[in-house]
C-alpha cells in the first residue's frame, strides 16, 4: 500500500486547454475528507475551469482526476458525478423564482421530477421536516413562504445552497458565493460554511480576503492553472510567490 491515506479528492497532473490555451496546467491537489479548503487567485486563474473539470462540465486532456479512494471522475458525465454525491454552486443564484422558498427546496430533493408532478403531488411530513432543517440551516426557515424572487441576492444564495443541502452532498463546491453581497450577508455566508464544515468536504472559491480570513483553515493560491502555493491564510498572504503575482512586486524587507 504505497497510498494508505484517502483523500476525498484527487487531482494529478492534469491538464486542460482551450483552443491553444493552457486553462489547467500540471494541476495537483489533494483534499481531506471533512476539509474546508478555500481557492483563491487572479481572474483567469482557472479555479472554474477547475471545477468545470472535477464535475465533469469539462474533461481533461490528461491526468488523474479521483473521488474517494478510487473513482475516476473523468470517465463519468456530469450527472453521474452529481449523484455520487458532488454538488456545485455556480456564481449566479439559480432559483426558481415563481415559486416559494420551501418549493424551491422540495424541487431539488426530488431532482429529476418535473416541476408539476411534484407540486401537484402531496409532500411527506419526512420530506417537509428534511426541507425545513435545510431551511434552517440556511436562515430561511422564516421565510419559507416568500416567493424566491422576494428574495435579496444573499438569500438567494443560501437559497441555493440549501437546494444542494438537501441533496446531502459528499463534496460541496462553491464558487465565489460572496460576489455582489453585502458586508453583512458576506460574515453571514462564512458562518454558514463554517457550520457545515465536518459534515461535508467543502471548497470555496472566494476574493474577498476578509472572508477568506474569516473561513480559511488551509488556503490554496491557483495562478495560470496551477497551484503557486498552499497554506495557513498568513502563510499564503506573507508569500513572496503570492505577493509578485497580486502586487506585481517582490516584498519589502
Ligand atoms: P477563474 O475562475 O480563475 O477566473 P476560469 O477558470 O474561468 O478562471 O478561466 C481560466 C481561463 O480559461 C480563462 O482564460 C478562460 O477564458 C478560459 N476558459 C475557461 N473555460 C473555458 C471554455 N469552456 N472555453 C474556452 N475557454 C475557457
Ligand atoms: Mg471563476
Keep these: 500500500m504505497s497510498q494508505a491515506k484517502k483523500f476525498i479528492l484527487t487531482l494529478e497532473e492534469v491538464n486542460k486547454s482551450f483552443e491553444g490555451f ?5 494541476l495537483t491537489f489533494y483534499m481531506d475528507d471533512g476539509e474546508l479548503r478555500v481557492i483563491i487567485g487572479p481572474n483567469g486563474a482557472g479555479k472554474s475551469s477547475m471545477m468545470d473539470l472535477i464535475t465533469g462540465r469539462t474533461k481533461p486532456d490528461s491526468g488523474k482526476i479521483e473521488f474517494g ?3 475516476d471522475l473523468t470517465k463519468l ?10 454538488g ?4 449566479t443564484p439559480s432559483v426558481y423564482n415563481e415559486h416559494t422558498v420551501f418549493e424551491n427546496v422540495w424541487l431539488s430533493l426530488e431532482g429529476s421530477r418535473s416541476v408539476w408532478t411534484t407540486l401537484f403531488s402531496r409532500v411527506t411530513p419526512e420530506r417537509r421536516e428534511r426541507i425545513y432543517q435545510v431551511l434552517k440551516t440556511v436562515a430561511l426557515d422564516g421565510k419559507a413562504d416568500w416567493k424566491a424572487g422576494a428574495l435579496s441576492h444573499g438569500q438567494k444564495q443560501w437559497l441555493e445552497i440549501g437546494m444542494l443541502l438537501a441533496l446531502n452532498p459528499k463534496l460541496l463546491l462553491v464558487d465565489e458565493p460572496a460576489a455582489g453581497m453585502t458586508d453583512e ?8 460554511l463554517l457550520s457545515l464544515e465536518g459534515k461535508h468536504s ?3 472559491i472566494e476574493h474577498d480576503m476578509t472572508f477568506v480570513r474569516q473561513i480559511a483553515r ?3 493560491v491557483l495562478h495560470q492553472g496551477t ?3 498552499e497554506g495557513t491564510v498568513d502563510e499564503v498572504q506573507n508569500s513572496e510567490k503570492v505577493m509578485e503575482v497580486y502586487l506585481g512586486r517582490k516584498k519589502k524587507h
Design 22 to 26: 493552457k486553462a489547467i496546467s500540471n
Design 69 to 71: 479512494f478510487d473513482t
Design 77 to 86: 458525465n456530469e450527472a453521474e458525478i452529481t449523484r455520487l454525491g458532488i
Design 88 to 91: 456545485r454552486k455556480f456564481q
Design 185 to 192: 450577508e458576506t460574515h453571514k455566508t462564512g458562518e454558514l
Design 202 to 204: 467543502i471548497v470555496v
Design 218 to 220: 488551509k488556503v490554496t
Design 227 to 229: 497551484v503557486l502555493c
